[in-house]
């Protein structure tokens, strides 16, 4: 027997008999009973510590929303591998994403942004060595200081340097930290000489040479690789702005400035407030294009450090390519004028695209990782993972090939480590070592605003890698009357 429909107006009716006092619902009510639940606020840690940081591990669910110590042990981590995360801060965020998705283009893995088994095993090639450490704070952080960086140019104009502001900051940026980061990591501290406190370890300068540079406007990354195709090093960037947006097609690196003057030129760049002269701005970490200048053979376009590191993503700029310092510093030592070629992809265009991914790893997705992935230059001491990066060629036997699919179906990358034998560590010596510290000893970053570009019209010395140290001053070009 099929079952009979209701009727619908028999069933209201009786429902309003039951109900005859209650009358109509309060507006009030019925837009309560309809707001949506705003999801909750990402959650900061009021401080941490060293252990936790060295203890975290991975529980297969991704990175914690918020700030956690998994997330900065994977930046720490990140950054050895040559993938920087931006600044070290435990913010699970736009860079740290970003920088999972470039470590997972490099290894041919499915670019999602998120921390999965396959990322987290291959980063434990870089976890030999401790994440953290004691520094002692001595006499020299505390000098070179200065008391604020203004935002008038005429007031910048009249300094000496653009130093850093604090102690905090200066030690901040050595560490590749973030500076309510590095205090949350030391409760109490008056960051003073004398005083011991925890840092982590920041990874050491790349040493290599880069011959092609790629800027991918829409992921905010740029990748440097060397004369045989091999990425060495991958960083977060701002790259221009929709009103003046960066340059287009293919451009070479014409030469490269330490430490530079900045020229404020009204009748050529923009208006700032009443300043309607040419002005010099003395170099410092906290100067209008950071520590670094690389310029481009597209007039007045270049990639250089900044004052504001944690808003790489945030700020925008006027067509130029921001990096933080330390690694704008780290990039600047590795090109070669009228050699490294800078190519700006066009909208759509990805650096997976111009670059292509390997047969293996399209074919065993997350597991090829191990044999697929193209190491950086070793940094240091450290070792790579155990794996065989030159292994990914057309002689590949059938017999390899059957292991990595049959542990493919293991779905761990661990696993696929076992059909490769490990290759001798990879460690890169410069034909001449570089004394050069990573972070000038000129003093850094104030207030979060929008930085301007240009830094002189005339061409700029070379400092090259392997070329003595030093600061380079840009000359303002002559006013026009």
Same mark, same amino acid.
């Given at each position: ?352 695209? %111009?670059? !292509?991914?390997?047969?293996? @790893?399209?074919? +065993?997705?997350? /597991? *090829? ?7 950086? &230059? ?21 017999? %390899?090939? !059957?292991?990595?699919?049959? @542990?493919?179906? +293991?779905?761990? /990358? *661990? ?7 490990? &290759? ?34 005339? /061409? ?22």
């Amino acid at each position: 027997m099929f079952p009979t429909r209701p009727n619908l107006a028999s069933l209201a009716l009786a429902a309003a008999a039951l109900f005859p006092a209650l009358g109509p619902v309060p507006a009030q009510a019925q837009t309560a009973a309809v707001a949506p639940t705003a999801p909750p606020k990402p959650k900061a840690l009021t401080s941490i510590s060293r252990d936790q940081i060295e203890a975290a591990q991975f529980d297969g669910t991704d990175l914690p929303a918020g700030q956690s110590a998994l997330t900065v042990k994977a930046q720490i981590l990140l950054d050895r591998s040559g993938i920087s995360p931006g600044v070290v801060d435990g913010w699970r965020g736009g860079m740290s994403e970003s920088a999972i998705r470039a470590f997972q283009r490099r290894a041919g893995l499915p670019m999602t942004g998120r921390m999965d088994h396959a990322v987290w095993d291959l980063l434990q090639g870089y976890a030999a060595a401790p994440l953290t450490m004691d520094y002692t704070i001595t006499e020299e952080d505390a000098t070179g200081l200065v008391d604020r960086i203004p935002s008038d140019y005429a007031e910048k104009a009249a300094m000496t340097s653009q130093g850093y502001t604090s102690v905090l900051e200066k030690l901040a940026e050595r560490f590749h930290m973030d500076e309510k980061f590095l205090a949350k990591m030391n409760p109490g501290a008056a960051f003073q000489p004398g005083e011991t406190i925890h840092v982590t370890v920041p990874a050491q300068p790349i040493r290599a040479t880069v011959t092609r540079i790629i800027v991918d406007k829409a992921t905010r990354r740029v990748a440097a690789y060397d004369a045989k195709g091999n990425m060495v090093a991958d960083y977060p960037a701002t790259v221009g702005s929709s009103d003046t947006p960066s340059p287009h097609g293919n451009h070479l690196v014409d030469a490269v400035a330490l430490n530079p003057t900045y020229t404020y030129n009204p009748m050529r760049n923009f208006k700032q407030g009443e300043n309607d002269r040419v002005l010099i701005v003395p170099p410092g970490p906290n100067a209008p294009v950071g520590n670094v200048w690389i310029d481009l053979s597209e007039p007045s376009y270049g990639i250089h450090g900044t004052a504001t590191p944690s808003q790489l993503f945030v700020n925008q700029s006027h067509g130029c390519v921001r990096l933080t310092n330390w690694d704008a510093w780290e990039l600047a030592h590795m090109v070669k004028a009228k050699v490294t070629t800078v190519e700006f992809l066009d909208p759509g265009v990805s650096i997976a695209d %111009v670059t !292509g991914i390997s047969a293996v @790893a399209t074919a +065993t997705q997350a /597991a *090829a990782v191990t044999l697929a992935a193209t190491r950086p &230059p070793a940094r240091g001491d450290r070792l790579p993972p155990v794996v065989a990066a030159e292994a990914v060629t057309d002689a590949v036997t059938d017999n %390899v090939m !059957g292991a990595v699919t049959q @542990a493919a179906s +293991t779905g761990t /990358a *661990a696993a696929v480590a076992s059909t490769v034998a490990s &290759p001798a560590p990879l460690v890169v010596t410069p034909e001449v070592p570089s004394t050069e510290p990573l972070v000038p000893a000129t003093p850094h970053p104030a207030g979060a605003m929008d930085e301007p570009e240009y830094p002189s019209d005339v /061409a700029l010395p070379e400092t090259l890698p392997g070329n003595p140290a030093g600061s380079v001053t840009l000359y303002a070009p002559t006013a026009q009357p």
